[in-house]
């Protein structure tokens, strides 16, 4: 099973910054790799697949990047609606498809 | 467009069983890859199983031989038959779409399961 670590946990970010968020898998998973959105009490909410791709609807402050092990998603200049808890997936070893724990982007 | 409605969920006591259907609109289920998502009480996202092409099935290694994964291609729904339910099967249960390569693109809104005596 591929264990993917998301880090960190927590991150306090003021309107307007940048954040970026880790996604690291226990081994490579090539491109094959998604992020998601989720606000209290909604259902996720892709934001991108392959690694890099943006889904259909996605603002162009999300981007996403990286490759094999290491993976970022950054959001160049953080709007109110941004903050939700945000999950990485891999889709290139399944079963198990598998999780991040989770980075929860809070205002600062 | 597309659209997932879950339905099923609720309070069960530890034992028991519970089925919970995901209606599809804007899509034939039976062509996609469908998969369940739960998300227990604060805590981030587990795949449960999913089906595809053929019928093919997989489960996660916490559920298996306890919930079975079909497809009922006249009502364009999925369903999890979950049996021997316990505590830690406590969860919001999602039902979602998967594209091409197993990433999620459209989630039902969930439903909630409780085991508990």
């Known amino acids: 099973e591929i264990v993917m670590t998301q880090s960190p946990a927590t991150l306090s970010v003021s309107p307007g910054e940048r954040a970026t968020l880790s996604c690291r898998a226990s081994?490579?998973?090539?491109?094959?790799l998604a992020w998601y959105q989720q606000k209290p009490g909604q259902a996720p909410r892709l934001l991108i697949y392959?690694?890099?791709t943006r889904a259909t609807g996605i603002p162009a402050r999300f981007s996403g990047s990286g490759a094999g092990t290491e993976f970022t998603l950054t959001i160049s200049s953080l709007q109110s609606e941004d903050f939700a808890v945000y999950y990485c997936?891999?889709?290139?070893?399944?079963?198990?498809?598998?999780f991040g724990g989770g980075t929860k982007v809070e205002i600062k | 467009e597309v659209q997932l409605v879950e339905t099923g969920g609720g309070l069960i006591q530890p034992g028991g069983s519970l089925r919970l259907s995901c209606a599809a609109s804007?899509?034939?289920?039976?062509?996609?890859?469908m998969s369940w998502v739960r998300q227990a009480p604060g805590k981030g996202l587990e795949w449960v199983s999913v089906?595809?092409?053929?019928?093919?099935?997989f489960y996660a290694d916490s559920v298996k031989g306890r919930f079975t994964i079909s497809r009922d291609t006249s009502k364009n729904t999925l369903n999890l038959q979950m049996n021997s339910l316990r505590a830690g099967d406590t969860a919001v249960y999602y039902c979602?779409?998967?594209?091409?390569?197993?990433?999620?693109?459209?989630w039902g809104q969930g439903t909630l399961v409780t085991v508990s005596s």
């Open positions: 979602a779409r998967a594209a091409l390569q197993n990433y999620f693109d459209y």
């Open positions: 804007g899509f034939t289920v039976s062509s996609s890859y």
């Open positions: 089906i595809y092409s053929g019928d093919s099935t």
């Open positions: 081994q490579s998973v090539s491109s094959n």
């Open positions: 392959g690694a890099s």
């Open positions: 997936q891999q889709y290139n070893n399944w079963p198990p498809l598998t």
